[in-house]
């Protein structure tokens, strides 16, 4: 072996040697599930979505850390699809509260299957998953619904109570609202169209979360109630099924 071709092997050799480790990219760490027998949960829900200010809702969100269920109509998922995706992406759940908001105990069950098809579809061409969850329009609900709804292998969501944002739509209004009916497991019904509740929200999650509350998805809530296709929950006063 030449003198320079033995040269260039032992440079070599010293460079490996110094050659820093290849750094390979952790993935980073799920937080853990959070169990809502053993901590205050509690499951904001927002109805009619995405509104156009879902965007901003999402920030917040994300800044502290809450996690909220999203129940949303068919055609804004058509028309806000990106919000949607970032739903999903970032964690939060997403539910279907039909396409165009109907009065299902008024509709023909053909009309109820086509309003949930649709956003099934809309949804999982936005964001590549389908809806688990249905919210009736209204949040009414009959016994041809619950049919429809265990056709499509989905439990039925209500509310334990809401923060009367559309009413109002006023932000200390909501907050305070909001403050009196939170409680643990509760699911609270509110709506990211309204500009207020966006803005309110800020400052209600960290006074939640100040009272020692988990912002949840309702998946989290009724983890326990074995909840089968067709049944309803919270389930309304005078419901036979």
Known sequence: MSRQISSLLAIAAVCVT????????????????????QVKCLALTFDDGPGKYAGTLLDTLKKYDAKATFFLEGQYVKSRPAFVKRMVAEGHEVGNHSYSHPDFTKSEPGTIRNEIKKTQDAVKKAAGVEPKLLRPPYGLA??????????????????????????????DAIKKKTMEVAQPNGIILMHDWVKQTV???PALIKSLQKKGYHLVTVSDIVKGQNLQPGDIFPVPAGWEK
């Open 18 to 37: 110094l050659a820093p480790a290849p750094a390979f990219a952790q993935a980073p760490k799920k937080a853990a599930p959070v169990d809502c027998e």
């Open 142 to 171: 009959d016994l041809q619904t619950a049919d429809v709804a265990t056709e499509f292998g989905m439990p039925m969501i209500l509310w334990t109570a809401g923060s009367e944002d559309w009413a109002s739509k006023n932000v």
């Open 199 to 201: 803005d309110a929200m």
